[in-house]
């Protein structure tokens, strides 16, 4: 009978692990690619010993490496499988359940529900979970120990040890053991050491009072308090205690029960991800992985599938039709966001101008994709540095001609787990100059990269577009920026003094946004297309006798549209 | 049983020989070379505290190859070291070396050894010690050479005796960045420290008092920086400026960092009043960096005619001027000299820095500009103060960034910031100056293990500032004073020379 139960409860644990790593790996993806873009975890002593020499550190250097996996989908969600579900079993330890008794099992799912829901939000850091871990495991090494005496002295002596390892979090250490002891000198002293020790530590560290009392890496956002973490721990600490405290049943547990409690935790798991799961965040997220995957056709057909519309998006999303050669003619299938969506202007985060660091990179302006990646780190709110950022750096010091700088980065990441490989083949290119100027990507930034040294200037990027274009006259993606900068401007006198200078770049027809822009410019100034120097496709040309009849006819803005939404003459008129 | 018992100590005893066991150097090739080490400690002169000059072979093939190092001393003495990539100097045998040889030199011999070659015997170098005295401790400030934005920096103290280094202040502690550290002659108890950022304000230490204020007054330009204390502790002189940052296009310089407007002004400490000298903060000029001269009686500055800006951003450059000051009254005279005219010369002056002895002033020089940190062409410069001559300090320079710079309290040791290393992260170098003013080859800050220290730290070294103790400061207290939000205001006391005054050239 035991041995049926077992069998039940271990079905229905896996299949909770599988519903999590599914969840994570295949409708979560970005949200771990987020956490494993913003560290750059060093397989290095000097590492270790820097990470875990804080209150917390230990639990936040376990999750550093766990953290690394997330750049796979797969192994992420291995990851969060194995977080989550390893919860279960110390909290069904931790109340002291008895066994075959379904509905207490069942409840100690509860806190993994909660960290489910909880890692929703891409801010709460995998330290937060590891920490409730330590002091869990913590609290069923001491249990193991029969000798009542030598239990409770140790377990007060490894207090600061919890301390050290998992942060304030090792209140539930403390109360689990208070608990568990039920002795009033025990919880005095517990208690003191613990308050001892936070007290103590700003003596210690680097950090105010408040940060080290609520937990210096639970969540991103160092100045925020990290409630996730606080009531994944109240959590685990409720279901624990209520679980040793509630009356065990009388009757002798069923099978049916067993299932009917497995089942039950299954329909939570599912239902928790669907309500805490953040779509829209996640579609963002894609995103920016999208663009740092330079996977230009993922992007369009996502784009395709449902309209972007926020600015990383948008920027993506024109970065991306620019690299297919279509930015011309189906930038304004798309919705647009201004110039925000296109070359976004620098804003202390670390989001949003990575993305913008890659249409810089893209373009040429090396220099400005350097400093936008690099603000972008140090933008981090937890002051951790990013894989990616250092890729980004070494490769645009490889592309400015400094070697020591781009070796720097370069060294760095080969001591990591993911990126040494790419590292390595990066500083094999630095030893040898024609491979590099041969290079499909390095090379032909090198030679596309402004030759004249200016300031930047967001308030006057149509001009430095020109002039990178007028330097490198095969620079077609500059170009094509420099037409749809001036187009979301609506600056149509500067693009079509622009236009022009597109002459040599060998399309062979006129992009169907320039076409609108040239026949809006026209019948400006014209009643009829007489005269119009310009091969313009029919179709186009009666559109826009169209779009200018129910113009003035005051159409809704609902119909307009409807009929013209995919043109510039509707972003022109109406965004 | 027995033989059990003596198991373990054998096992240790011969692990223990095995490890002191070193390989002789045999049928080595001579080679004419000096070896290439980082940091580059060839003929380098250094103090008698100075912590081991531990080095290490440059080439990244060589970080396998056994380096053997014999370092004798002329006056006697000997350390003999072999480890892989490079040496690892026993701290005790080295300042006992250095202690017996001091106002000699050691001659440094080293062999490496690499699997494919054997052995090859460089030609030897020699490490001279003087017998000036350095001041025991240098603190800085590390961050990221960033543009904007930051994050995790602070200002940290350094052991030069050892390798020892902790954290005056971090940012961390404060939510904001630390900056524009001073202390007064190298005394750790007299501090003047910026934070910027959401708690942003100036933190005074006067030895056991501490307190923050806001220095952005309704008529003075804007909050206080780039601190320089009088000689007597009751002045403190700032500029205040608009700063703005530009980024370059082009490849070589990164950044620019130029002012709208910037004014000299001197704080009271006994008053709590700023005063603000009209010769100081006029329009049409920009003032800034000043410092006070050894015997307190002058006060240096840059100055610069205010230019349209950005457009003429390469147009701005600093001369190196003067204006008596008198500590009793808090007054300026009536006369501006202009030490350096850089400007005549199509250069740009920074960081002038005067000798505690009153000797010389040292300075940096660019091509424009006064944040010559960001300038590849920056130079250190020397003005003799008595005779005015000023000359490159050749000694010293490099082909990239040469920057910030500070004396010791006994005036014959310099430390200052350089980019020579790979073009990015400053690195702090120390040098010797005599009395002719003869500088010697440039020492970079030793370390334990400096290549792999110096390659995995991303971080810049700046503002150099040697102490004569330990900062001794309450933490805990600086943290809860920077983050609360009560600021002292001061007062502002406008002292006007400016129609009385008569400006001479001192070419």
Known sequence: MKDTFQFIYGVFTVLFALLVGIYFAGFYPCHLHFHEQFQLFLCSADYAREVTGVPGGLADYLARFLTQGMRVPWLGGVVMAALLTAWVPLTQKGMERKEGEPWRWAFGFVPALVALAAYCDEHVMPAAAVSILITLIADRGMACLNSA???????????????????????????????????????????????????????????????????????????????????????????????RWIPRLQSSPRRWTAVAGGTLVGLLTVGTAAAFCNTSREELLAYDYLTYRHDWNGILRKATQKQPDWSLSVTSLNLALAEAGQLGDYQFRFFQRSTEGMLPAFTREYLLPLTTAEVFYQLGMINTAQRYTFEAQEAIPDGQKSARCYQRLAETALINGDYPVARKYLNALKKTLFYRGWAQRRLDLIQDEEALTRHPEYGYLRRVKPSEDYLFSDQEMDSMLGRLFWGHKENRMAFEYLLGYCLLKKDLPRFYECYPLGKELGYTHIPRSYQEALLLMWTQQHDSYQGMPWSIDGTNAQRMVEFIRDYHAQRSAEYMKQRYGDTYWYYYAFE | MKMNRLKYPCLLLMAGSLWACTQPVKNAVQSADYPDIYPDYVGVTVPSQIAPLNFDLRSE??????????????????????????????????????????????????????????????????????????????????????????????????????????????????????????????????????????????????????????????????????????????????????????????????????????????YDTQAHELIVCDALSQD?????????????????????????????????????????????????????????????EGKSVSFPRPSFDGRWLMYTLSDYGNFSIWHPEADLWLLDVQSGACRALDEVNSADTESYHTWSTDSRWVAFSSRRDDGLYTRIYLAHMDKEGRMTKPFMLPQRRPKTYYSHLFQSYNIPEFTTAPVELDKVKASGLIRGTERKELNVRNVSVLDKIVSSSNE
């Open chain 1, 149 to 243: 005496p030598l239990r409770q002295i140790l377990a007060l002596f490894v207090i600061p040890i919890i301390y050290m390892a998992a942060g304030p979090l090792a209140l539930v250490y403390v109360i689990l053991r208070i608990a568990a002891e039920r002795r009033l000198w025990f919880a005095g002293l517990a208690l003191l050491i613990g308050v001892l020790c936070t007290l103590l530590s700003q003596y210690v560290f680097p950090y105010p009072l408040s940060h080290l009392a609520r937990g210096l890496h639970y969540y991103r956002y160092p100045a925020v308090f990290p409630t996730a973490a606080w009531v994944m721990a109240g959590a685990t600490l409720a279901v624990i205690l209520a679980g």
């Open chain 2, 61 to 266: 093939e060589d970080e396998e190859a056994l380096v053997d190092v014999t370092l004798r001393g002329a006056r006697g003495g000997e350390m003999h070291t072999q480890s892989r990539g490079g040496t690892d100097l026993n701290e005790s045998d080295w300042k006992d070396l250095l202690r017996r040889n001091a106002g000699d030199s050691l001659q440094v011999t080293v062999s490496v050894k690499r699997e494919a070659r054997g052995w090859t015997t460089y030609r030897s170098f020699g490490i001279h010690i003087d017998t000036d005295s350095i001041d025991p401790l240098l603190a800085y400030r590390r961050i990221a050479p960033g543009y904007e934005v930051y994050s995790r920096m602070g200002i940290y103290e350094r052991d030069l005796t050892s390798y020892d280094e902790r954290a005056v202040l971090e940012s961390t502690q404060v939510e904001g960045c630390v900056n524009c550290h001073a202390f007064n002659r190298g005394n750790p108890n007299r501090l003047s420290l910026h934070i910027r950022g959401e708690h942003g304000a100036t933190l005074l230490r006067m030895d056991d008092q501490m307190e923050v204020y806001n220095t952005a007054t309704p008529k003075t330009l804007g909050l206080c920086v780039y601190p320089y204390w009088h000689p007597e502790g009751r002045y403190i002189a700032y500029s205040t400026n608009q700063t703005r940052q530009g980024f370059h296009i082009g490849q070589k310089k990164r950044l620019e960092v130029f002012d709208l407007a910037s004014d000299v002004l001197v």
């Open chain 2, 284 to 344: 049409s000029i920009w003032e800034t960096f000043p410092a006070f001269s050894a015997d307190g009686k002058s006060l240096y500055f840059c100055s610069a005619q205010a230019q349209p800006i950005p457009a003429r951003v390469k147009e701005v450059r600093y001369n190196l001027c003067r204006i008596p000051f008198d500590p009793a009254t808090g007054q300026f005279g009536h006369r501006v000299d202009t030490l350096v005219n850089a400007v005549s």
